[in-house]
């Protein structure tokens, strides 16, 4: 009989079983590795994508996330719709002005329940130009663990800087129901003004598992320092060209008059040493109601008129870059963009009586010939460039008339 006819003898079968059940012990193992490996370079990829994209958010809507003074929860939207963190329940409440805070960290969604996905992920998923439920779940198919700091105050040039610093962090595959606090994971804050140190760190502690965690980083104060160049170097261009204006409008004028005001005109309203202000000055005073109203309201991210301001009221006696048909932005040869903030708000503009002060008791800082104090009605002129960053902060460039 031809033994091919006959098939594999029960010997050969077992033989061949063996021999694949070896293969297997050995090849399972490095297939299993790759298949982590892979999971893990795209877990890497994927929070790369996730910083990106939060910063790209944080910088678009950075005087609405550092406005809410939220702890926990970093807001995208001025009526509380978009976040991410800890939920809500921590707007308004203290500022980290000194000292440390550790976080606690929340699923950017409930595993199984991708619905349940955190909502501020939409406005990081915009910037980042993806979906959200992928910048929210890591290579493994878990959701990845979201860590906001308090609300954080520091300083810049000067001025109070207020920040959020968000942390996002994967277990690496490790099974759902570890956590990064059975882990002995840390994500601590700190604001220390003696030895000028802000900002918050992950600590992965000394587990096994938690050595091999993936975890990236957003600084909001890189962001808001960043905003706060930007504006800051907007406002002194703008000084400067004002300065010049005045100092132009006086050689301009045959008289050369060193008592007159040339940054403005008089307000009709004037009843002190009107005749001082530049009568060809295009430009009118911000003061007595010129422009929109009274004050230089700015303006909320929602559009309401309602501004960021110390205290009980906005600004007396100053306006908007763009007051009284752009006269402004126009006789210095300035842009609408020039004139706006790197939070995208316009300029305000104080060279009239009492602008600078706040509302109720408008006895300001300019000096001008129809000042409310006798102590500022000579020369040296001024006037001041302002702008308000996150929490009510005001920006603000003095400009002196020269002559």
């Known amino acids: 009989m031809d033994r091919r006819a006959q098939g594999f003898t029960l010997i050969e079968m077992l033989f061949a079983i063996f021999i694949f059940t070896l293969l297997l012990g050995v090849l399972a193992p490095v297939f299993m590795q790759a298949l982590h490996a892979s999971q893990e370079t795209a877990t890497e990829a994927r929070m790369q994508e996730l910083a990106k994209g939060t910063k790209t958010a944080y910088a678009k809507d950075a005087m609405v996330v550092d406005t809410t003074g939220a702890n926990g929860a970093l807001v995208f939207t001025a009526g509380h719709s978009q976040w991410i963190g800890n939920g809500l329940n921590g707007i308004n409440t203290d500022v980290l002005t000194d000292g440390t805070e550790t976080v606690t960290p929340a699923r950017a969604f409930t595993p199984g329940q991708p619905q349940s996905i955190q909502p501020g992920f939409y406005a990081i998923a915009g910037a980042a130009g993806n979906s959200p439920l992928h910048l929210a779940t890591d290579g493994f198919g878990q959701p990845v663990w979201v860590y906001v700091s308090p609300e954080m105050e520091a300083q810049y040039d000067g001025y109070p800087l207020y920040f959020h610093d968000v942390g996002f962090l994967s277990t690496n595959g490790l099974p759902a129901g570890i956590t990064p606090q059975s882990q002995g994971v840390t994500y601590t804050c700190t604001v220390d003004p003696a030895n000028d140190q802000y900002g918050c760190a992950f600590d992965l502690g000394t587990q096994k598992g938690a050595q091999h965690d993936l975890v990236t980083q957003v600084s909001g104060y890189a962001i808001e320092a960043h905003l706060y160049k930007v504006t800051l170097q907007r406002m002194h261009k703008v000084a400067q060209a004002y300065s010049s204006y005045f100092t132009t409008q006086y050689l301009a004028n045959p008289g050369r008059n060193a008592d007159i005001d040339y940054f403005a005109s008089a307000d009709p309203n004037d009843g002190t040493n009107a005749s001082y202000w530049d009568t060809a000055s295009v430009i009118t005073n911000s003061g007595n109601g010129n422009g929109p109203g009274w004050a230089f309201p700015g303006q909320n991210p929602d559009g309401s008129t309602v501004s960021y301001y110390y205290g009980s009221g906005a600004l007396c006696d100053v306006q908007p870059a763009t007051w009284n048909n752009n006269d402004f ?75």
């Open 329 to 403: 932005v126009t006789s210095l040869g300035l842009s609408d963009a020039s004139v706006t903030s790197a939070w995208g708000f316009l300029f305000g503009v104080g060279n009239g009586p009492n602008s600078g002060s706040a509302a109720g008791t408008c006895n300001g800082n300019d000096r001008d010939p129809s000042s409310s104090n006798g102590n500022l009605q000579s020369p040296p002129y001024t006037a001041f460039i302002y702008a308000w960053a996150p929490s009510g902060v005001l920006l603000a460039d003095p400009v002196i008339g020269n002559y």
